[in-house]
Nanobody, 127 residues
Framework: HLTLVESGGGLAQAGGSLRLSCTAS????????IGWFRQAPGKEREGVSC??????????TDADSVKGRFTISRDSAKNTVYLQMDSLKPEDTAVYYC??????????????????WGQGTQVTVSS
């Protein structure tokens, strides 16, 4: 049974930091493209960051809205992907999801291209 579990969400002040974790069970994340997405109330789900498979060197892509503030990374030993979020803004408030994409090795910011999803973790940034 393949599952993804996000953790690390919570409340932060503007300018603060949070680190989200995405841990897999039942499969090895190194072989999957992993994306972080977010969805704010009343808005569509949007891609935040993604990381290619380890065989493609783990290259990353970030949305313009988070470039220079968010960093996605892998820890193969822990079968976990992280999203380090710095310089948080109130507009970063959303439910954050990690997702895994099988059968491809390049990043994608399109949610329909992902096969497995976590349950989401709430991030709230106060001004």
């Amino acid at each position: 049974h393949l599952t993804l579990v996000e953790s690390g969400g919570g409340l932060a002040q503007a300018g603060g930091s949070l680190r989200l974790s995405c841990t897999a069970s039942g499969f090895t994340l190194d072989y999957y493209v992993i994306g972080w997405f977010r969805q704010a109330p009343g808005k569509e789900r949007e891609g935040v960051s993604c990381i290619s498979t380890s065989t493609r060197g783990g290259s990353t892509t970030d949305a313009d809205s988070v470039k220079g503030r968010f960093t996605i990374s892998r820890d193969s030993a822990k079968n976990t992907v992280y999203l380090q979020m710095d310089s948080l803004k109130p507009e970063d408030t959303a439910v954050y999801y990690c997702a895994a994409r099988w059968g491809a090795d390049r990043c994608s910011m399109y949610s329909l291209e992902y096969d497995y999803w976590g349950q989401g973790t709430q991030v709230t940034v106060s001004s």
